[in-house]
């Protein structure tokens, strides 16, 4: 086991450099992956925010969604932010008509579901399993999660301005899943959890 593991990026599209970086405070070795080869050689990946339609799109073109979809069953750890989030669910309402996920987390997401008047927000989230302080949370068009099966640990709630409150943080055995972006502030928490699931994994 590698105490500095290293852990993907997948780079279709999105913020792939901010990850790399925030994975390296964390403690892993980190690199961008672009094709079968380098994905092969990582033992732990992150799917950056960005567009999920088009970062579907691109998985299919570049060859990538199988391979994606079987590095996952064969026990890759893996981290979605945002539209990786959206890449991990099984399940996503409004998709477009062929948009294809990798899948894993047994919930169903929904795409934009924030609306357009909170297009893009910053909140103090409360998420337990990170302690103190809350998390500086930067959501961008953000999804949220729906529903999950039993066996989804949720991790984090936003209460909305209607009262209700929905989940944007998840984990299910090695993939976990935030609807928000932690590699666009300077709190590497999230990552040292994700860098912790993949030491654990490995
Ligand atoms: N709205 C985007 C989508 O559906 C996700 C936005 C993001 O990753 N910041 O893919």
Known sequence: MSSSPLVGVLALQGDVREHIHSLERAGARALAVGNVEVLLTVVGLVIPGGESTTMSKLAISDGLLEPLRAARIAGLPMYGSCA????????????????????????????????RQVDSFEAALPFAALGEPDFPAVFIRAPWVESVADDVEVLARIQRGDGESTIVAVRQGPLLATAFHPELTGDTRVHEMFVEMVREHA
């Open 84 to 115: 990786g989030m959206i890449m991990l669910a099984d399940r996503v309402n409004d998709a477009r008509h062929d948009q294809e996920t990798i899948g894993g987390i047994d919930m169903t997401v929904r795409r934009n579901a924030f609306g």
